[in-house]
């Protein structure tokens, strides 16, 4: 171990959680003071619009066990992970949980101990799920078509709670995408990997930061960002328009010359306009999901932008990180 470095980092990104704030940091100072190993924590504030970041301020500066990362505004989760993850000192593996508590910290000695024997990602397994039943099955609904979708495997019941360990954290901050999906990014670095279940508790305190217009947004990046099968799909479906104006063309000349029937009215041709129509505009919306990727990609902009750090005590001015 190097010289006043800890073997882990515990990284928690924080947004508008006061409510939960002192029974984290209550039961943060409990793992770290009854693990045998030498752990230090980092919280990012994403912006938080209440006292969250009067507390992470109060707490590094009093306890040289917390570092506080406060970034310029809401960035959103994952890029609130991608902060901490620049920020981590750690030589051997960094935890990454949220900061309500419904990822238990005194897992930690649980996940460490799956990392001594090689494995690189330990990441956690919901056996019970305290997320209401239609979140809950979207979820589902969402690693059963991105498995299908993509090479990239994500186990089902799983989120970004996993322990990392230094070599797929520095990996990770050598990525540049702008739309990140972390859960799947540390699915595809590879290594040996390992899953361990745990019941998922309630959360007691705030509300979910991430309700289903969240939830849809990330898994529509995760989807673009590892997927090329909507492209393929948008093509399947131009053949299939083509194929079927070339039968329905058949249908009507047949008639037309063989049983000297006259198609009247519109309904056919309504019918025509609607679905190719709709086949062009589902076209273009998937080829736009790409686009605009490719957008904000080449722009080059920091992905967030730090404000100010506090390690050891000790205030460190803001710097943008690219």
Known sequence: M???????????PLYNEEEVYDKLIERLTNVIEKTTL?????????????????????????????????LSRNFGHQLALTAGL????????????????????????????????????VYAERSSNAEKSFKRLTSRWF???????????IPLNTGD???????????????????????????????????????RPQREYGETKYPLTKMLRLALDGI?????????????????????????????????????VVGEGFTALIFAITLFGGVQLISIG???????????QVKKRPLFIIESRIEKQKEINGQEIL
């Open 286 to 296: 998937v080829l736009g999901e790409y686009i605009v990727r490719i957008f904000f």
């Open 2 to 12: 190097e010289k006043n470095k800890p073997q882990v980092n515990l990284l928690i």
């Open 86 to 121: 620049t920020c981590i000192n750690a030589t051997e593996a960094v935890l990454i949980l949220d900061g309500d508590l419904q990822d238990p910290p005194e897992l930690l000695d649980k996940f460490y101990a799956y990392y001594k024997e090689g494995y690189d990602v």
């Open 161 to 199: 709670f996993a322990l990392i360990s230094r070599r797929v954290a520095d990996i990770l901050n050598q990525m540049p995408e702008e739309r990140r999906f972390i859960r799947g990014m540390r699915s595809w670095v590879g290594f040996k990997q390992k899953g361990i279940f745990f019941d």
């Open 224 to 260: 673009f960002s590892f997927s090329e099968v909507p492209i393929k799909l948008i093509i399947n479906l131009g053949i299939l328009a083509v194929l079927s104006s070339f039968i329905f063309l058949t249908i009507t000349l047949y008639r037309k010359f063989y049983l000297d």
């Open 38 to 70: 030498d752990v230090s924590v980092i919280l990012v504030d994403d912006g938080s619009k209440d006292k969250t970041p009067f507390f992470m301020r109060e707490t590094a500066l009093k306890d040289e066990r917390f570092s506080a990362v406060f």
């Open 143 to 153: 690693y059963q078509l991105f498995d299908r979708m993509t090479e990239t495997k």
